[in-house]
């Protein structure tokens, strides 16, 4: 996972985003389209939140401290909490209330509704742009690590990433959803389709809120490696000379560059305690060699308790 990579995605949608949010509601006030108003305090949202996730990647990059001795990587997940909270009420908020107005009838008509077709046609452009950059990231990294492309993005503790993406990939179909609406309100005379697309695009605001949100909190809480990286640095500790078993392996994501790693080690008796002490330096230096994001290494020696013969079983 490259820090450069995640920062290039943000400022590429960052960037879109505050062009598309002033175009957008400037259009949606001409045109007098709820969708079109819709559309612009998405856009404003995702430009603070793309404020919010490029400052987590500043923060989250100082060095480790007395008061913080596994640094600040946690901080990306605290940055990302507070974008979903900022697409949730700056978004879909306003979204579902201005489209619930229009549905009640409460909609003023506009008459430059061109120009609304015309923010909208650069909006496709613009995210579209955005988007890309994000997917060729996710394509890059699935060719690092072998996975299929949704499972890259399902199981990727980079929450960074992760939002530039779910907002990219909001945008554009939030745009069909507002050329629809538009649409169907000049085509039917009725304002209830763009009131209704507005309210659609603020249920898929709640969705990517939701989604973001939840993966924020498991990493903030602490969240493990996934399953195929622990067998992975299972198996090289247990392959280790000197080592007889892992009897328990514990694992936490610091950020998504840094993963600390803890486990109860069984030693053969036959080494003597220096020796193990350089197995388990050996040991050190192959996790990071094999997992590159694997940064603090602790192994706590065990003994391996046999029941006697005369005990009961």
């Known amino acids: 996972m490259s820090r450069a990579e995640t920062k290039k995605t943000v400022l590429v949608a960052g960037a879109a985003n505050f062009i598309l949010a002033i175009t957008k509601l400037v259009a949606g006030v001409l045109a007098g389209s709820s969708a079109m108003l819709a559309e612009g305090a998405h856009s404003v949202a995702d430009t603070l939140n793309q404020g919010f996730l490029y400052a987590s990647l500043r923060r989250s990059?100082?060095?480790?401290?007395?008061?913080?001795?596994?640094?600040?990587?946690?901080?990306?997940?605290?940055?990302?909490?507070?974008?979903?909270?900022?697409?949730?009420?700056?978004?879909?908020?306003?979204?579902?209330?201005?489209?619930?107005?229009?549905?009640?009838?409460?909609?003023?008509?506009?008459?430059?509704?061109?120009?609304?077709?015309?923010?909208?046609?650069?909006?496709?452009?613009?995210?579209?742009?955005?988007?890309?950059?994000?997917?060729?990231?996710?394509?890059?990294?699935?060719?690092?690590?072998?996975?299929?492309?949704?499972?890259?993005?399902?199981?990727?503790?980079?929450?960074?990433?992760?939002?530039?993406?779910?907002?990219?990939?909001?945008?554009?179909?939030?745009?069909?959803?507002?050329?629809a609406g538009l649409a169907l309100r000049e085509i039917t005379g009725s304002a209830f389709w763009d009131g209704l697309a507005s309210v659609l695009i603020g249920l898929l605001l709640v969705v990517v809120a939701f989604a973001l949100g939840r993966d924020s909190m498991g990493l903030l809480i602490g969240r493990a490696a996934d399953p195929a990286a622990q067998r992975e640095i299972r198996a090289e500790i247990a392959a280790a000379p000197g080592v007889t078993g892992v009897d328990e392996l514990l694992t936490m994501h610091f950020g998504p560059d840094e993963l600390l790693v803890a486990a109860k080690v069984h030693f053969s008796d036959t080494i003597s305690a220096d020796e193990a002490e350089d197995v388990a330096g050996a040991i050190d230096r192959r996790l990071r060699e094999r997992v590159p994001i694997v940064r603090h290494v602790f192994l706590d020696p065990t003994q391996r308790t046999v029941a006697r013969a005369d005990e009961p079983a």
């Open 61 to 179: 990059a100082r060095p480790p401290d007395r008061r913080h001795p596994f640094g600040y990587g946690n901080e990306r997940y605290f940055w990302s909490l507070l974008a979903a909270f900022g697409i949730f009420v700056a978004g879909a908020g306003f979204s579902i209330f201005e489209g619930a107005l229009t549905i009640a009838g409460h909609s003023s008509e506009g008459t430059q509704v061109w120009l609304a077709y015309a923010v909208l046609a650069l909006g496709a452009i613009l995210e579209g742009t955005s988007w890309i950059r994000a997917f060729h990231q996710a394509r890059q990294e699935t060719r690092d690590n072998g996975r299929d492309l949704v499972d890259h993005v399902r199981r990727t503790p980079d929450v960074t990433f992760k939002a530039a993406l779910f907002e990219d990939t909001a945008a554009m179909i939030g745009l069909a959803i507002a050329a």
